[in-house]
């Protein structure tokens, strides 16, 4: 299959491409309220919207340890160097924890 090619440096190239920019920003307008209405209509219906919360098995899993360790002062790069996972897996399991802390004594 062959892709259609014009010339951009003569007159009736630029006319085509300025002529399907323009068709296409038309169109986009259309597409974004469509998503707008339909993102309305599935909240309206009582439908969670965004990213899910997942299962975090290693990080679950490994809380125990990362927070003994937290105790002892360690920093979250040595730990995470330590237990091989992320400094950013560290700091979520010790945000959840106290996260939940917090939540229990209310």
Do not use: C
């Not at 399907?20 to 998503?35: H, K, N, Q, T, Y």
């Not at 965004?50 to 105790?71: E, S």
């Amino acid at each position: 299959m062959n892709g259609i090619t014009f010339d951009l440096s003569s007159p009736h190239g630029r006319m085509l491409a300025t002529f399907l920019s323009g068709i296409a920003e038309f169109e986009r307008d259309p597409i974004s309220e469509r998503v707008k209405s339909g993102l309305a209509a599935a909240k309206a219906r009582g439908k969670k919207l965004g990213r899910q919360t997942g299962q975090r098995p290693k990080g679950d899993r490994l809380a125990p340890k990362v927070l003994a360790v937290v105790a002892e002062g360690r920093s979250y790069r040595w730990i995470a160097r330590d237990m091989a996972i992320s400094k950013n897996t560290v700091a979520d399991i010790v945000t959840r924890t106290r996260g939940s802390h917090l939540m229990s004594e209310n």
